[in-house]
């Protein structure tokens, strides 16, 4: 299972940006696909999931209202869109892949990783 992560870029705060995260390889008919961030100096952040079967999605709460987490089933790709983009939310943005439904907010529990992708909001 291999996962592209893109779309990251520098942006003002109060702006938009939509990640991609672009899945390859054999998967199940049900797994669990993940946001992860981390910023400078700081442990890795769960953001967001999505489950692929039932549509399930959690977000953490200080992206709740703001960031949306979807999927294509035909493109394979997994969509994060960030509204009212905040300074705090600058850091470097991971999608990763877990092979059950459970859609965990762990990163111990995601297998595969995408390269990350930098999100920089200036204020």
């Known amino acids: 299972v291999q996962l592209q992560a893109s779309g990251g870029g520098l942006v003002q705060a109060g702006d938009s940006l939509r990640l991609s995260c672009a899945t390859s390889?054999?998967?199940?008919?049900?797994?669990?696909v993940g946001w992860f961030r981390q910023a400078p100096g700081k442990e890795r952040e769960f953001v967001a999931t999505i489950v692929k079967g039932n549509g399930y999605t959690n977000y953490i709460d200080s992206v709740k209202g703001r960031f949306t987490i979807s999927r294509d089933n035909a493109k394979k790709t997994v969509y994060l869109q960030m509204n009212s983009l905040k300074p705090e939310d600058t850091a470097v943005y991971y999608c990763a892949l877990d092979l059950t439904s459970r859609g965990s907010k762990w990163f111990e529990d995601y297998k595969y990783w995408g390269q990350g992708t930098q999100v920089t909001v200036s204020s």
């Open positions: 390889g054999r998967t199940s008919s049900r797994y669990s």
